[in-house]
T-cell receptor
Framework: GEDVEQSLFLSVREGDSSVINCTYT??????LYWYKQEPGAGLQLLTY?????DMKQDQRLTVLLNKKDKHLSLRIADTQTGDSAIYFC??????????FGAGTTVTVRA | EAGVAQSPRYKIIEKRQSVAFWCNPI?????LYWYQQILGQGPKLLIQ????????DSQLPKDRFSAERLKGVDSTLKIQPAKLEDSAVYLC??????????????FGPGTRLTVL
């Protein structure tokens, strides 16, 4: 099974905030990532956070990290139809290896 | 800057046949990765190259999968013979430094393989 776990689906109304949650297992992970995958496309890096940080904000994106609970979340403010995609949480293992969750499919409804 | 290129985009073969995928990383990127993404799952690393040397191939099923990056630029991934469970999207990614934490991995669009 996956070492990184995510809920599979999220439905959100356009204009509302989306929150995608992730739990990981490797306490030595130094970096945690969020990737976005649109249909037929590769993965696009959205943001990443270093493990000594609690929060990182980048325009509409806010990442929260609770290292004690090994919990990571991604908040998308003012969700738009273009935000409909699969979002993957990933942790880095050793120096380079990324371990991905199964992805959360976000559907934005009008 | 051109992104990671992959071809073909789609491939349908019968089981026991052979197939090869090609990847051209972003110019100047020393590190190249091949991932397998089965439907409904996240990508799983198959092999990582640093220039033309293999850094990690621990998850590569070596009885049927092979990969090479002879000149440290383009790479090919081959499956011979293919099995039904090899049906997946094969993603290539590249990064600019030594593959250490925090390096951004840039992904190509992937090759969708269907094995019948």
């Amino acid at each position: 099974g996956e070492d990184v776990e995510q809920s599979l689906f999220l439905s959100v109304r356009e204009g509302d905030s989306s929150v995608i949650n992730c739990t990981y297992t490797d306490s030595s992970s130094t970096y945690l990532y969020w990737y976005k995958q649109e249909p037929g496309a590769g993965l696009q890096l959205l943001t990443y956070i270093f493990s000594n940080m609690d929060m990182k904000q980048d325009q509409r994106l806010t990442v929260l990290l609770n290292k004690k609970d090994k919990h990571l979340s991604l908040r998308i403010a003012d969700t738009q139809t273009g935000d409909s995609a699969i979002y993957f949480c990933a942790e880095s293992i050793y120096d380079y290896k990324l371990s991905f969750g199964a992805g959360t499919t976000v559907t934005v409804r009008a | 800057e051109a992104g990671v290129a992959q071809s073909p985009r789609y491939k349908i073969i019968e089981k026991r046949q052979s197939v090869a995928f090609w990847c051209n990383p972003i110019s100047g990127h020393a590190t190249l990765y091949w991932y397998q993404q089965i439907l409904g799952q996240g990508p799983k690393l198959l092999i990582q190259f640093q220039n033309n040397g293999v850094v990690d191939d621990s998850q590569l099923p070596k009885d049927r999968f092979s990969a090479e990056r002879l000149k440290g630029v383009d790479s090919t991934l081959k499956i011979q013979p293919a099995k039904l469970e090899d049906s997946a999207v094969y993603l290539c990614a590249s990064s600019s430094t030594s593959g250490t934490q925090g390096d951004t991995q840039y992904f190509g669009p992937g090759t969708r393989l269907t094995v019948l």
